[in-house]
């Protein structure tokens, strides 16, 4: 699930970017939940988002799935999904479904941020 309490929190010195925090397990419902908050911030003029995993203990592949899906629609929109904080296990998810090639991978949300701020310097 997404926690609503945080589900999108802009950053400051760059208004179109938001980090989202995901708890629990990511299935079915947290990634459609995800989708929904994610394509209304999209109108409101948010472009990158930093999804910090740190407190997701598992997926299963239909939340992966569903969660690819999402990234592939912001990419051909011309942005990208980050992921940030994502355990060994998760990430070894992300690359056994195929599915690391959508996101960017950060250790951390601050790095992810620096990743955002460099590429966007680089006109990237």
Known sequence: MIDPSRWLRAVKGAPRVGVMTAVGFL??????????????????????FVLDVRSVYGADAEGLSLLADLADVLG??????????????????????????????????????????IAALKGA
Not at 92 to 106: G, S
Request: cysteine-free; overall charge positive; hydrophobic content about 45%.
């Open 27 to 48: 299935d079915e419902t947290a990634v459609d939940g995800l989708r929904a908050r994610l394509l209304a911030a999209h109108e409101r003029g948010f472009r990158v």
């Open 76 to 117: 051909i929109a011309g942005h990208r999904m980050h992921v940030a904080n994502a355990r060994p296990d998760l990430r070894w998810q992300f690359e056994r479904q195929d599915f690391a090639d959508l996101f960017a991978f950060h250790p951390s949300v601050p790095a992810a941020l620096r990743s955002i701020k």
